[in-house]
Structures are given as structure tokens and as C-alpha cells.
């Protein structure tokens, strides 16, 4: 497509007339335009002792990856104002998790994240976990926690935090089409819309390369002994996706056919969740480097 073919959407408008867009279309340069845009950041923070040879986890060393993560993404100097800046004492919160039994949110990092959101303030009875079920009590939440282990996906390509709503949607199935790109369109609904404080993107062991519905294999999982960490959903699923394809690449040498991730960027582009373009996302690395592929 040349510039001169460019679509000029009414995002672009919005973006202002000094947008990349409009200038990219009358052949000017874009460089200024585009570092002026705004970042999201994600934290990635890693240990190599939070899984032990078995894979086994150490709630300790998890949870002070995640307390590292937070104060980090924040700017907050603990763990408790951290958690205070997200939830307020009168929030019904939500922890939306990830049950399928395969691959499930580790308990251990459920049972962290509700004591630190209980250590913030909130009743432990106005604190609750659930992936499939509760639905009332999610229409009634004000608050939800977002984490889901990372792995490929028949549908969409990978299991990323965009997708962990899905279960909300009138009839999931209706997503699958087009290899899910309208998962975007769930974070709309009254149920979860303006409710996400944190997305926690769950790579301690994360299954890099699988084909089917629902496809299994242990060979495929990598001890990464990671979390990402995001205000925003999309971005964290970017740096997931970019994670789980570079490790394809190192494994086999090249990439291997997998539905793609168009939900990522189509949920930037035309949902307007966040930030899709890896150039556009501060990837903030605390921890353990070996291997870490970004």
C-alpha cells in the first residue's frame, strides 16, 4: 500500500492533524508525531528460584516478584501503597482467574493477590476469585485483577489477558471467527467496562507451541520463571506474544504456522484498549536475564 492509498481513519483525526497518519499520507515524516504519543509500560520481572527443578513454586519468591512488579509499574515505594493506588476500601474486587485445568493461575499467585489487595484495605468478604462462574458477582464488582497463565491458542493465537474475558460474552463461541480478532469488544460490556486495575500476564511456565482446541504437550512448556505486569491489557499481551514466538524461534529455527494474534492489534486499532506496537511499550526488566528473548 503506498501512502498516497493510506486509509485515514477517524482514530487517526482524533490522534490530531499532526497525526502519523496525515502526515505519513502527504509524505512527511512521522518520527516527531510518533514519539510524542504516549507509552504504557510493562513490567517483566523474573526469578530462577521461583520454580524449583520439579516446577514446583515458592509462594515467598512469587510473591515478592509480584511486590517488586507492582511498587515498579506504580512508582509506589511499597507494596501496600501500591496495592492502596489501585483498590479503595469500598471496591468489590473481583480477581478474575483462568481454571482451565491444563494449564490453571497457579493458586499460590491467586492466594497472593488476595492478601495483598485484604493488606490494602479491603474486606476480605468484598475479595474474590473465580474464572467460569459468580457472574453476578462480577456484574456487581467494581474492581477486577486480570491474570491468566500465557500459552498458544487454537482461536486467537495465544491465551493473553485480552482473552481472559472472553467467558463474559454472551456466547463465546461468536468470538472465534477471524482468529478471535473481536475479543476487544467484551472489555465494552457493562460486566468488566472501566473495572481493570492490573493485568497479570503469568509466565513462570508458559506453553510455547501447541496445535488444537485443546492441545496439551509438557515438551512445550518453558520454565521462563516470569510475570508481566500492566495497566494496560493489550501491551502485556504484545510482550507475551512476542515472548512465546521468539522462543518458537529459538526452539525450531523459525517460526512455526499458528493462528495469528490479529486480536492484539485489533484491539488497540479499532477497540482503543491500549498499546500494540512493541516501539511503543516500556519494557521495564527487573530480575533474572538469562534467556529472557526481549
Known amino acids: 500500500m503506498t501512502n498516497e492509498d493510506r486509509v485515514i481513519t477517524r482514530r487517526d ?9 496525515l502526515t505519513a499520507a502527504v509524505g512527511l515524516p512521522v518520527a516527531a508525531e510518533a514519539a510524542a504519543e504516549k507509552k504504557s509500560r510493562v513490567v517483566l520481572i ?23 512488579a507492582v511498587m515498579k509499574l506504580l512508582d509506589k515505594p511499597s507494596a501496600v501503597s501500591a496495592w492502596k493506588s489501585l483498590v479503595k476500601p469500598s471496591d468489590l474486587v473481583g480477581i ?12 499460590e499467585l491467586e492466594k497472593i493477590i488476595a492478601d ?8 476480605t468478604d468484598r475479595v474474590f476469585c473465580e474464572d467460569r462462574g459468580l457472574r453476578d458477582k462480577f456484574e456487581a464488582s ?29 456466547k463465546p463461541s461468536d468470538l472465534h471467527p477471524d482468529s478471535c480478532a473481536a475479543l476487544g469488544s467484551v472489555w465494552s460490556l457493562p460486566v468488566v467496562k472501566g473495572k481493570t486495575r492490573l493485568n497479570i500476564l503469568v509466565l513462570l511456565n508458559p ?4 496445535r488444537g482446541p485443546q492441545d496439551f504437550d509438557p515438551n512445550n512448556l518453558w520454565a521462563y520463571k516470569g510475570l508481566a505486569v500492566s495497566t494496560d491489557p493489550v501491551a502485556v499481551s504484545a510482550v507475551g506474544a512476542h515472548l512465546l514466538k521468539a522462543k518458537r524461534i529459538a526452539v525450531f529455527g523459525e517460526e512455526k504456522p499458528l ?9 488497540d486499532e479499532k477497540y482503543g484498549l491500549g498499546v500494540s506496537d512493541l516501539n511503543r511499550i516500556e519494557i521495564i526488566k527487573l530480575g533474572w536475564k538469562t534467556d529472557i528473548l526481549i
Open 207 to 210: 506453553q510455547f507451541y501447541g
Open 96 to 107: 478474575k482467574t483462568n481454571r482451565w485445568n491444563r494449564m490453571p493461575t497457579p493458586p
Open 116 to 123: 495483598r489487595i485484604v493488606a490494602a484495605g479491603i474486606p
Open 142 to 170: 467494581t474492581a477486577l485483577i486480570n491474570v491468566r497463565p500465557a500459552r498458544t491458542h487454537h482461536w486467537s493465537g495465544i491465551g493473553s489477558c485480552i482473552k481472559n474475558y472472553i467467558i463474559f460474552a454472551p
Open 259 to 267: 493462528t495469528p494474534t490479529t486480536h492484539i492489534a485489533a484491539a
Open 46 to 68: 523474573r526469578s530462577a528460584g521461583v520454580l524449583d527443578k520439579d516446577g514446583k513454586i515458592d509462594p515467598n519468591v512469587l510473591g515478592d516478584m509480584l511486590d517488586q
Open 13 to 21: 483525526f482524533l490522534r490530531g492533524a499532526a497525526s502519523a497518519a
